[in-house]
């Protein structure tokens, strides 16, 4: 579902008048006084505006200031097989949060949505060990599969089997206080760092990605006659450097709600 929400967002930007550059990595952002240069190994691209949306790999681009104070884990998302799969629809089931005192006891359980995987979603999350998205750990091995069932799934619900059908890795970006990271680059106002952080991930981008389109600085197209082309010819107003991170809920609304009450 995350991919088909990502998919929609592009589409309609898209059919708004964004033109879009994929599969090229960013290696450079290089601001001076009147506009922002992006290089990729493809080319290079200028633009009044740059905002700075790279998922976990926003460490790599950002100021050394504001990637100092992320860190990257990596989380892994289960389906399993259940006695009666009917059970666990969105017509039968709410999304169920499982909250304990610790946050690596947390579980959460969505419902099979029409046209999803045939199979019960599942998962946990943990914040102890930091990775690198260029180099972390994609497979899930069986050994990782049976320890989540024994410890979160076996003793807290019914009718799941351990048969896992499908396991995905993906990342958090985190920041010490479970905030978004919504800010100016220190290198340059012209860049805007937007990052959905600390597990909220895409449920947040098209909000996020509002907030600076609506602001006249950002708006203002008809600038791009005033910018010089870049080495390849390439000239913007605006440029949006984005990489979609998945993500699902607060971390901070748990640990609030754990003042009050917890699940052993």
Request: charged share 20%; net charge negative; proline share 6%.
């Amino acid at each position: 579902m995350n991919e088909r929400c990502v998919e929609v967002q592009l589409r309609l930007a898209h059919e708004s008048g964004a033109v879009l550059h994929t599969n090229e990595e960013v290696v450079a952002i290089d601001p001076d006084s009147s506009s922002v240069t992006v290089t990729t190994p493809a080319r290079s691209y200028q633009a009044d505006n740059v905002v700075l949306s790279t998922g976990p790999w926003i460490r790599d681009l950002a100021a050394s200031e504001h990637a100092e104070q992320l860190t990257v884990t990596r989380q892994v998302v289960f389906w399993f097989d259940a006695a009666d799969l009917a059970s666990f629809t969105t017509d039968t089931i709410p999304y169920v949060m499982w909250i304990a005192r610790r946050d690596e006891d947390y579980i959460g359980l969505f419902p099979m949505p029409p046209g999803g995987t045939p199979a019960v979603k599942i998962v946990s999350e943990q914040f102890l060990e930091t990775t690198d998205p260029s180099s972390v750990d994609r497979t899930v091995s069986q050994t990782e599969i049976d320890t989540f069932y024994d410890l979160h799934v076996a003793p807290k619900f019914s009718g799941v089997r351990r048969d896992c059908v499908r396991a995905e890795v993906c990342l958090y970006v985190n920041t010490a206080d479970d905030h978004f990271l919504i800010d100016s680059d220190p290198r340059s106002d012209r860049i805007t760092l937007m990052s959905p952080c600390s597990g909220h991930g895409f449920k947040h981008s098209t909000a996020q990605a509002g907030m600076p389109s609506s602001s006249s600085s950002f708006m203002t197209l008809s600038r791009a006659e005033h910018l010089q082309p870049g080495p390849d010819g390439i000239v913007s107003s605006n440029l949006l450097i984005y990489s979609f991170l998945q993500g699902f809920r607060s971390r901070s609304m748990l640990r609030n709600l754990r003042k009050s009450w917890y699940v052993e």
